[in-house]
């Protein structure tokens, strides 16, 4: 599977921005799908994650109420609306495809249950 993540930009504080992660080759409909993010200086951190069927998401508490991530199967395509926008959440973020380790979950949460990564894109929020 390859990923581009697209999206990123300059905003304000309490902006929003969109962001998409196109995939190409294998099916993508057979893929958990998530975002992370990292910060100059600090690890990679995970933010979203979304199942198979996008029917089950999961959301680092930091985002909740303010990020959405949804995909579209028939367009390959796994979106991170993005609200309420702070600072801190100005990082480059990436796309990554991979499957849930445990049997009582349908979306990955760690880096190790994820086996294809996008580039990244930049975000930066202005206060």
């Known amino acids: 599977v390859q990923l581009q993540a697209s999206g990123g930009g300059l905003v304000q504080a309490g902006g929003s921005l969109t962001l998409s992660c196109a995939a190409s080759g294998r099916a993508f409909r057979n893929y958990a799908m998530g975002w992370f993010r990292q910060a100059p200086g600090k690890e990679r951190e995970f933010v979203a994650a979304?199942?198979?069927?996008?029917?089950?998401?999961y959301y680092v508490d930091s985002v909740k109420g303010r990020f959405t991530i949804s995909r579209d199967n028939a367009k390959n395509t796994v979106y991170l609306q993005m609200n309420s926008l702070k600072p801190e959440d100005t990082a480059v973020y990436y796309c990554a495809a991979g499957s849930p380790a445990d049997y009582y979950r349908d979306y990955a949460l760690r880096e190790s249950e994820y086996d294809y990564w996008g580039q990244g894109t930049q975000v930066t929020v202005s206060s």
């Open positions: 979304i199942s198979w069927t996008g029917a089950s998401t």
